[in-house]
C-alpha cells in the first residue's frame, strides 16, 4: 500500500480525534510503527490493521470511519491541495462529477506510484449519475461516498449519495442532484491566495 493512504489515515485520527486516539489505534491494532511516511510502500495487510484498530478504537464500522476519512480529505484546512486538485475537476459540481474518469490521471501527474481505482461515471438524466469504482483497495467506496458528499458541499450542491458495494472490489455510487444552488459554495479560485 501506497504510505499516502496510511499517513492519510493517520492524519485524519489525530486532526478529528486527537494524538491520544492515534496512540490508541498504534497500541489496538498493533502496528511495528506509529508514523507513516507518505512516499514509502507498506503491506497492504498493515493498512488492514490501521483501520481495524481505528474501527475499534472510535467503536464504529471501517466504512465508517473510511467515509469520514473521505469527507476529511476534502474540508480539513491541512488537506487543502487535495480540494484544489479536486475543484479543478469543474465549475459547478455536475462537471466535478463528470470529470472524475479523469482523476487517477491527475492524481499519478501529483503521486507517479499512487495506485486509484478505475472511476466511470454515467449520466442517468433528471439529476442522476453512477459513478462506478473498480480498484485493488477496498473500501474506495465509502471513502468516496465521504468526498463526493463534501464536494457537494463545497459546490453548493443538494445531493444525495448512496452506496452500493457490489464486492469488495468494486462499488457503484448513486448520486441524485436535488439543487446545483442549494446554497453559497466555499470559494475557490485558479490563483492561490499570497
Same mark, same amino acid.
Given at each position: 500500500?501506497? @504510505?499516502?493512504?496510511?499517513?492519510?489515515?493517520? #492524519?485524519?485520527?489525530?486532526?478529528?480525534?486527537?494524538?491520544?486516539?492515534?496512540?490508541?489505534?498504534?497500541?489496538?491494532?498493533? $502496528? +511495528?510503527?506509529?508514523? /507513516?511516511?507518505? %512516499?514509502?510502500?507498506?503491506?497492504? @495487510?498493515?493498512?488492514?490493521?490501521?483501520?481495524?484498530?481505528?474501527?475499534?478504537?472510535?467503536?464504529?464500522?471501517? !466504512?465508517?470511519?473510511? !467515509?469520514?476519512?473521505?469527507?476529511?480529505?476534502?474540508?480539513?484546512?491541512?488537506?487543502? +491541495?487535495?480540494?484544489? =486538485?479536486?475543484?479543478? &475537476?469543474?465549475?459547478?459540481?455536475?462537471? /466535478?462529477?463528470?470529470? =472524475?474518469?479523469?482523476? +487517477?490521471?491527475?492524481?499519478? =501527474?501529483?503521486? *507517479?506510484?499512487? !495506485? %486509484?481505482? %478505475?472511476?466511470?461515471?454515467?449520466? #442517468?438524466?433528471?439529476?442522476?449519475?453512477? $459513478?462506478?469504482?473498480?480498484?485493488?483497495? +477496498?473500501?474506495? &467506496? *465509502?471513502? /468516496?461516498? @465521504?468526498?463526493?458528499?463534501? %464536494?457537494?458541499?463545497?459546490? &453548493?450542491? $443538494?445531493?444525495?449519495? !448512496?452506496?452500493? *458495494?457490489?464486492?469488495?472490489?468494486?462499488?457503484?455510487?448513486?448520486?441524485?442532484l436535488l439543487d446545483a444552488g442549494f *446554497?453559497? &459554495?466555499?470559494? /475557490?479560485?485558479?490563483?492561490?491566495?499570497?
Amino acid at each position: 500500500m501506497h @504510505g499516502l493512504i496510511n499517513r492519510s489515515i493517520q #492524519c485524519f485520527i489525530r486532526d478529528a480525534y486527537g494524538v491520544s486516539a492515534w496512540q490508541d489505534v498504534v497500541r489496538h491494532a498493533d $502496528l +511495528p510503527v506509529s508514523e /507513516f511516511e507518505a %512516499m514509502l510502500h507498506y503491506d497492504d @495487510g498493515l493498512t488492514e490493521k490501521i483501520l481495524m484498530g481505528c474501527a475499534k478504537v472510535l467503536t464504529r464500522d471501517v !466504512e465508517d470511519v473510511l !467515509e469520514d476519512l473521505g469527507t476529511h480529505l476534502v474540508s480539513h484546512p491541512t488537506t487543502e +491541495p487535495l480540494r484544489r =486538485l479536486l475543484r479543478f &475537476g469543474g465549475f459547478d459540481f455536475v462537471d /466535478f462529477l463528470l470529470s =472524475l474518469d479523469e482523476l +487517477p490521471d491527475r492524481a499519478r =501527474l501529483a503521486v *507517479a506510484d499512487l !495506485e %486509484m481505482p %478505475m472511476l466511470s461515471v454515467r449520466d #442517468c438524466g433528471a439529476g442522476a449519475y453512477t $459513478l462506478q469504482i473498480r480498484g485493488a483497495i +477496498p473500501g474506495f &467506496g *465509502a471513502v /468516496f461516498v @465521504g468526498i463526493l458528499r463534501a %464536494m457537494a458541499d463545497d459546490y &453548493g450542491a $443538494l445531493a444525495v449519495i !448512496e452506496r452500493r *458495494a457490489l464486492d469488495d472490489r468494486f462499488d457503484a455510487l448513486d448520486v441524485r442532484l436535488l439543487d446545483a444552488g442549494f *446554497a453559497d &459554495g466555499r470559494s /475557490f479560485d485558479l490563483a492561490r491566495g499570497a
